[in-house]
């Protein structure tokens, strides 16, 4: 394996799904050490095409499910992640304790405004499909940037917390989305909560900095 240590700068485009997913749902999705411990807040779903980063170009899929009371603060986590990349899955979780799985992704152009997004499980012989879905992006651009919405993380993984805000900026679009597929089985189903807001911000440019580490003792 090789290591690529934080900090990252990737670039790339995606889209951004904003949710007020509930508490129930944060919970039903939180990782143990979030057990119970849902509030009120923004929840989302992220699929993204870099086209650059520190180990190469891969795609991703991710949802937060909500916010959670960790401590005296107040957390997002990452809850499920694919990434098309083994260096991306490594070294997510050396870096930020975020726990990505390996998952195969194809971003098919239907037309100059629809792209068609489809993320598969296994090999390329033997695939099955975890989420399919296709978008299409308006034409009136505008500036995008994390600071107006911020999902400061909060990662348990491998005996240690890691503590994470990144930042990000970019020309958004509005978007809708069509045609959704889930495997409920292997990533949370959306179908029975509608979006917020769908931006797909084309281009972007995310840092995701040294994440802040300690032991955890039990």
């Known amino acids: 394996m090789t ?6 700068k990737l670039q790339g485009y995606g889209y951004i799904l904003l949710y007020r997913f ?10 143990e050490f979030l057990a ?14 870099y086209q650059t980063s520190n180990c190469g170009p891969y795609g991703e899929l991710l949802v937060i499910p909500g916010k959670y009371q960790y401590g005296r603060e107040k957390k997002h986590t990452i809850s499920k992640i694919y990434v098309s990349s083994q ?6 979780r050396i870096n930020w304790g975020i726990p990505k799985e390996l998952a195969q992704f194809s971003f098919e152009p239907q037309s100059d405004k629809i792209e068609k997004v489809t993320v598969t499980s296994g090999n390329k012989d033997e695939s099955s499909p975890i989420f399919t879905a296709s978008f299409k992006t308006g034409s009136v651009p505008f500036p995008v940037s ?12 491998d005996g240690k917390a890691f ?4 930042s990000g900026k970019g020309t958004g679009r509005f978007a809708t989305m069509t045609d959704l597929s889930i495997n409920e089985n292997v990533f949370p189903d959306l179908s029975h909560f509608k979006p917020l807001v769908i931006i797909k911000v084309d281009p972007f440019e995310i840092t995701f900095p040294v994440a802040k580490i300690n032991k955890l003792t039990y």
């Not at 290591?3 to 990252?8: I, M």
């Not at 119970?36 to 095409?49: D, E, H, R, Y």
């Not at 260096?87 to 997510?92: L, Q």
């Open 3 to 8: 290591n690529y240590p934080a900090p990252w």
């Open 22 to 31: 509930g508490t129930d749902f944060a919970n039903q999705h939180a990782p």
């Open 36 to 49: 119970n411990k849902a509030i009120p807040g923004f929840g989302s779903v992220m699929l993204v095409n």
């Open 87 to 92: 260096a991306s899955v490594d070294n997510g």
């Open 146 to 157: 994390t600071r107006l919405l911020p999902f400061p993380l909060i990662q348990h993984l």
């Open 163 to 166: 503590q994470t805000t990144f």
